[in-house]
């Protein structure tokens, strides 16, 4: 479920574009009556996280026995709907799940209530930051995940091809393409996927120095000459045939690809570590490094946070049940699911679930991670990215050109935030 909660993630906001404001409300809100009995409904997306959740839940009110938490899911494919429904008629769950690119459209129009003092010291920067909005925080951090490097150690054995590590560069990468491209038997090196920015170009936008959209959220910068060479990246490998075509990669997933042979390496999350362990053609064969380096190092780091209905009757209770999913106890929980825990120096009980792989690498690119590239209406220039980019990953169109063509839509659709 993991896997596909990231790939969609450009599109979520889509299902959420007209909200209703709702009153205000804080986090840190004292007014109701914290004696009373009250039920927290708790809404989560994922069904493997379920048994975890619901285990925080019952600690969560063993230590506070007037506060029961109802845990409710609800499958990724109708969660946004559903919460939309839910926020404009004014009954959004207490406590809910939220994620980057939709975070500031609930942030903004009056969905979330900002949160009480917390330390954010305790959780990475860059995930803190991607859950503040006008210098007010809205969400406490619960997980996050950065991309690594997967590779295939027998088809790079059988090529004779030294398996990545963090000297590893785009030129590395180039290099090993070409011994690991075998189209014969139909094996490619990689798959340059496009549906998937977080895992692929978003971090080679980033390693040759460019930028998805300003720190301020109002400018593209897909124009940026940086930015093109980061795109240019994975069309380069596509035109060098080191990469199927799109239309490859259309009517089978690259993921897919990858479990089954017929590519070498995999630019993916730390999320797939759960995914290729239980994968029975992947689980002996795979491991993982850092992203190669481009002209910096990068890596895109995106992670969900706990949020506040604005309009819920128990802020008091609902703040207290964050905090305690923002613990360190509830970290360590989160840690034996397998998920990465965002409070600080939690992580390892993740990294050595699986000791077979270099686990290790995902946390290690934390010191040069970048915060998913999130506006207001994140979900209406994400649908412009596939449409202006298709025909350069086609080979039908100069990315250059394509990418200042994005640029300009790009730009049209953050000025009507």
Request: charged share 15%.
């Amino acid at each position: 479920m993991a896997r596909f909660r990231r790939a969609a993630l450009a599109l979520a906001g889509a299902a959420a574009l007209i909200l209703a404001t709702a009153a205000c409300g804080g986090g840190n809100d004292s007014g109701s009556d914290t004696n009373a009995k009250v039920t927290l409904s708790y809404a989560i997306w994922d069904k493997n996280q379920v048994p975890s959740m619901q285990q925080l839940a019952s600690a969560f009110t063993r230590e506070n026995p007037n506060i029961t938490v109802d845990v409710q899911l609800t499958p990724w494919e109708t969660y946004w709907t559903k919460l939309k429904a839910a926020a404009t008629g004014g009954a959004a769950p207490d406590v809910f799940w939220m994620n980057g690119p939709n975070f500031q459209l609930y942030a903004a129009n009056g969905v979330l209530a900002p949160l009480g003092d917390f330390d954010p010291n305790n959780y990475p920067k860059s995930l803190v930051d991607l859950y503040t909005l006008d210098g007010k925080h809205y969400g406490l951090p619960k997980d996050f995940d950065t991309v690594g490097l997967w590779y295939n150690k027998a088809l790079f054995d059988a090529a004779g091809v030294k398996y990545p590590d963090d000297t590893w560069t785009w030129e590395t990468v180039k290099a090993a393409a070409g011994k690991l491209t075998d189209k014969a038997k139909g094996r490619y090196a990689i798959a340059a996927n496009l549906s998937s920015a977080q895992e692929y170009h978003y971090n080679t936008v980033y390693q040759a120095g460019g930028y998805v959209i300003s720190p301020d959220g109002k400018t593209s910068g897909y124009a940026d000459p940086a930015t093109v060479q980061g795109l240019k990246f994975w069309t380069d490998l596509i035109a060098a045939g080191q990469s199927p075509d799109l239309k490859t990669m259309t009517d089978t997933a690259p993921i897919n690809l990858f479990e089954s042979g017929k590519t070498a390496m995999y630019y993916g999350g730390s999320w797939d570590a759960a995914e290729f362990t239980a994968n029975s053609y992947t689980k002996s064969k795979v491991d993982v490094a850092v992203l190669p380096k481009g002209v910096k190092r990068a890596t895109i780091i995106h992670g969900l946070a706990n949020t506040i209905s604005a309009k819920s009757p128990h802020q008091a209770q609902a703040w207290k049940f964050v905090q305690f999913l923002g613990s360190q106890q509830a970290a360590q929980v989160e840690a034996k699911a397998g998920v990465i825990p965002a409070f600080t120096g939690t992580q390892q009980a993740w990294v050595q679930a699986h000791p077979e792989l270099h686990l290790q690498a995902f946390l290690d690119e934390l010191a040069y991670a970048v915060p998913y590239p999130v506006s207001r209406n994140t979900a209406a220039w994400n649908e412009l990215e596939t449409t202006y980019l298709t025909p350069a990953w086609n080979q039908q169109e100069d990315v250059s050109s394509a990418a200042g063509k994005l640029a300009s839509a790009m730009n049209d659709a953050l000025a009507k935030e």
